[in-house]
């Protein structure tokens, strides 16, 4: 039961991406750990390919804009 414990308390265990929905949200953060990427990459080649929405000082990402991204860049 302990090591079922420790991975509950992992970081990444905790990340809720796996289970959302193709309509919500993600911050910046959630869209580095779900591409598997650093921020200087989201920031000088996703925002200009990505549709983003700005509210106040957050960036926020549509989980289906990134998907259909990802989908143009599939290589056949």
Known sequence: MALVKKTIDFPVA???????NE?????KKEVLVYLRISMSTL????????????LGKRVLFRKS???KYLETKKVK
Do not use: A
């Open 14 to 20: 905790k990340c809720t991406i796996p289970c959302m």
């Open 23 to 27: 309509d919500r949200l993600l911050s």
């Open 43 to 54: 920031d000088r080649i996703l925002m200009k390919e990505i549709p983003y929405i700005k």
């Open 65 to 67: 804009d990134i998907d």
